[in-house]
């Protein structure tokens, strides 16, 4: 069964600290992240904090294979400054059909003045890499000799483990929200965030989906430019502690208030199982670290009451820390059949 994680409003919802949870607790065979290294994950995992953006945030359990799918664009020298901070080398897989950006593409992104300025992008070469893939000009990983020993056909070897029963987790990039086809275009990303398109990239099909997992932080934000329905002041923002900084850019990110209306829409679109709230603890100070339900104060709870009831799927996971285990898990509760 595939587990797909994804992002509901404009990414950095905190889908690196789920997806390395899931790893942990779920072992799946096999674990990807989709998508480029303009999207910055953070995992906190036994006192250390590994900022990614190639390696899936699973690579925490070590028994897990890390695979990149055709559909992700890497670059050589972000992979294997990760395989070695990760200690992964020796089971990651890439599939050959992976777009690999090199620095032509970052400096033809830094050049563009209307990506790096009006549409505010994170000028990583994502964009560039994608629109020559599609013209048929890219390189990909087939065509690099220094990593060769890692390429595989990872579509194919996806289906024959999930045809033996076993499971995959798949962690999207950025959100619902940022995608080309449903944000506010053209403050856009250069790729679909949404389920769907996230398991084009991995590159099979639906049959064997089994959850998404929709990620939500407890208020939004956002990087670059466009469209912020509800947006704060920065000083309303410090106030209520919502402070938050790009893991690639170092920019300080947007702020608006979580928004159920436009939550229950996102989850409509991305057909979600489950919703992940991260970040209680930054609109609780009080709940920080909790890991079961009942000890949170009641206003917390209704909180999280209130979103499930007005978005209509079970919330299902609870972010109250930074680390991979200040989580809630409730799926054994909430979900039948586990
Ligand atoms: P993108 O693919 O770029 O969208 O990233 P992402 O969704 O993986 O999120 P990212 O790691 O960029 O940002 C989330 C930040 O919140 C990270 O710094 C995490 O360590 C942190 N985080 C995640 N969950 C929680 C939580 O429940 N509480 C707190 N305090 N921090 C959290
Ligand atoms: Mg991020």
Do not use: C
Not at 100 to 112: C, D, G, L, P, Y
Not at 160 to 182: I, P
């Amino acid at each position: 069964m595939i587990d797909l994680v994804v992002g509901g409003f404009y990414g950095d919802e905190g889908k690196g600290k789920v997806a390395s949870y899931l790893a942990l607790n779920d072992a799946p065979a096999f674990s990807l992240r989709t998508g480029g290294i303009n999207a910055g994950h953070t995992v906190v995992f036994e006192e250390k904090k590994y900022p990614l953006r190639t390696i899936p945030s699973a690579f925490v359990n070590r028994k897990s294979k890390l695979a990149i799918p055709p559909g992700a664009l890497i670059k050589l020298d972000v992979l294997f400054k990760e395989m070695d901070e990760t200690g992964s080398k020796n089971r990651v897989i890439i599939d050959g059909h992976a777009a690999v950006i090199t620095e032509e593409e970052v400096n033809e992104e830094k050049s563009n003045k209307f990506l790096s300025g009006e549409v505010g992008s994170t000028v990583q070469g994502v964009g560039s890499a994608e629109s020559k893939r599609i013209l048929r000009r890219l390189k990909l990983a087939k065509d690099y000799p220094e990593i060769s020993g890692f390429i595989k056909d990872v579509p194919l070897e996806l289906t024959k483990a999930l045809a033996k029963g076993k499971g995959v987790l798949v962690e999207g990039t950025q959100g619902h929200l940022l995608s080309l086809y449903h944000g506010a275009y053209p403050y856009v990303t250069s790729r679909n965030a949404t389920s769907s398109g996230v398991l084009s990239e991995v590159g099979v099909g639906p049959k064997y989906v089994g959850n998404v997992i929709l990620v939500f932080k407890s208020f939004i934000t956002r990087v670059g430019a466009g469209p912020l329905e509800g947006e704060l002041s920065p000083t309303d923002a410090d106030k209520m502690g919502m402070v938050e900084y790009g893991t690639v850019t170092g920019r300080r990110r947007r702020v608006a208030d979580f928004d159920a209306e436009l939550a229950k829409d996102v989850a409509s679109i991305n057909s979600a199982t489950q919703i992940a709230i991260t970040k209680l603890d930054i609109r609780f100070k009080n709940v920080n670290g909790i890991k079961r339900y009942e000890k949170l104060p009641s206003e917390a709870k209704r909180w999280i009451e209130k979103i499930e009831k007005e978005v209509g799927i079970p919330v299902t996971l609870i972010g109250t820390g930074e680390d991979v285990y200040d989580i809630i898990d409730l799926r054994d509760e909430k979900i039948s059949g586990r």
